[in-house]
């Protein structure tokens, strides 16, 4: 691309190419000529720069709607991308649906017991959050374990014993546990350790749906709990 220093002088500009960090003599405008025709002189390399301003402005676009098709907006519109049927078992052995957390706003957070450090952080964090909103407050929660291996109801019912009880926790086999994986977009892939130990690396994102299942946005807990549960009373 050709980048012009114009330099009037004795009644013409000089205009240089220091495209490749040297000054090449290109040729000489006449500034006593019409304007028409010194705009044709830079016709081909304006309108290569255009082109290519445009073709970014339409990249982007696409991109961005794409973006918007799968994060979505407030308000569960454009959001089918994210979340879908499922059926899993409950820390008390019962068989939970997603049609079962309708009829209420409710948070869905995916990790596992043997976590280090994320899920029990964001589960204090959302028991906060949960306890601002009060006893009565038809809000949900749902801990999805990425690690069915170790994750069995009666280890979930124990983990989650230290948490608000309003916190389902749901398990299920290999297959499952993938299937609502991918319906969430999440990330997760086990991390080999030492003596057959091993860590699950996976997505952190609190999701909140709505009450009819759609996906609002992805929940922000790093604030106080009590905006975080004025955020939610909208969607009661």
């Known amino acids: 691309m050709l980048l012009y220093n114009i330099s009037p002088a004795a009644g013409k500009a000089k205009i240089e190419n220091v ?22 002189r830079m016709t081909k390399a304006t309108r290569q ?6 073709g970014l402005a339409i990249g982007l676009s696409v991109i961005a709607a794409f973006a918007f098709r799968d994060i979505g907006g407030g308000g569960g519109q454009g959001v089918a991308a994210i979340g ?15 049609a079962d957390l309708e009829g209420r706003p409710y948070l869905v957070f995916f990790g596992y017991t043997h ?8 589960l204090t964090e959302i028991s906060a959050v949960l306890k601002e909103m009060g006893a009565d407050a038809k809000i949900g929660a749902v801990f999805v374990t990425i690690d069915p291996e170790r994750d069995t109801p009666q ?43 091993y ?16 996906f609002v946005n992805a929940f922000n807990l790093e604030r106080p709990a009590k905006d975080a549960a004025n955020e939610l009373a909208h969607y009661l």
């Open 115 to 122: 976590c280090p450090d994320l899920c029990p952080a964001t």
């Open 155 to 197: 280890t979930m019912k124990t983990y989650l014993e230290s948490f608000d009880p309003r916190i389902i926790g749901l398990s299920g086999d290999a297959a499952q546990t993938r299937a609502i994986a991918q319906a969430y977009k999440v990330y997760f892939k086990k991390q080999p350790g030492e003596n057959g130990d």
């Open 49 to 54: 720069f255009v082109l290519i301003l445009l």
């Open 84 to 98: 879908g049927p499922f059926a899993l078992t409950a820390q008390d052995g019962r068989i939970v649906t997603n």
């Open 199 to 214: 860590t699950m690396d996976h997505t952190g994102v609190v999701y909140l749906m709505d009450k009819r299942g759609r």
């Open 19 to 40: 495209a490749l960090g040297r000054r090449v003599d290109q040729s000489f405008v006449d500034w006593n000529r019409p304007a028409s025709l010194i705009g044709k």
